[in-house]
């Protein structure tokens, strides 16, 4: 990296957008739990049927634009990793 005079407001500006990285970070991992686990509730429950689907599988595919895998993945990540 080159060396090169830095200044207040460049640093300033530098830890400034770290922080909001790091927090958008949290923000969305947060987010992608909650909805990892209203989907599984989804699952588990089978409300999806109250929707007007047969299968979990085409709720998620018509509905969230996803694909049961996907969710199948999430389940197993926070399974495994977080409960």
């Known amino acids: 990296m080159e060396d090169k005079v830095l200044n207040v407001e460049e640093v ?11 927090n ?3 923000i969305a991992a947060q987010a992608l739990v909650e ?3 209203e989907l599984k509730q989804m699952r588990d429950t ?8 047969n299968i979990f599988a085409d709720y998620c595919e018509q509905s ?5 895998l996907v969710v199948q993945n999430l389940d197993n990540m926070l399974v495994t990793k977080m409960i």
Do not use: C, E, T
């Open 12 to 22: 300033q500006a530098a830890q400034d957008l770290h922080k909001k990285i790091l």
């Open 24 to 26: 958008s970070g949290k």
């Open 35 to 37: 909805f990892s686990l």
């Open 46 to 53: 089978r409300l999806y049927q109250v929707l007007g689907y």
């Open 64 to 68: 969230i634009y996803g694909n049961d």
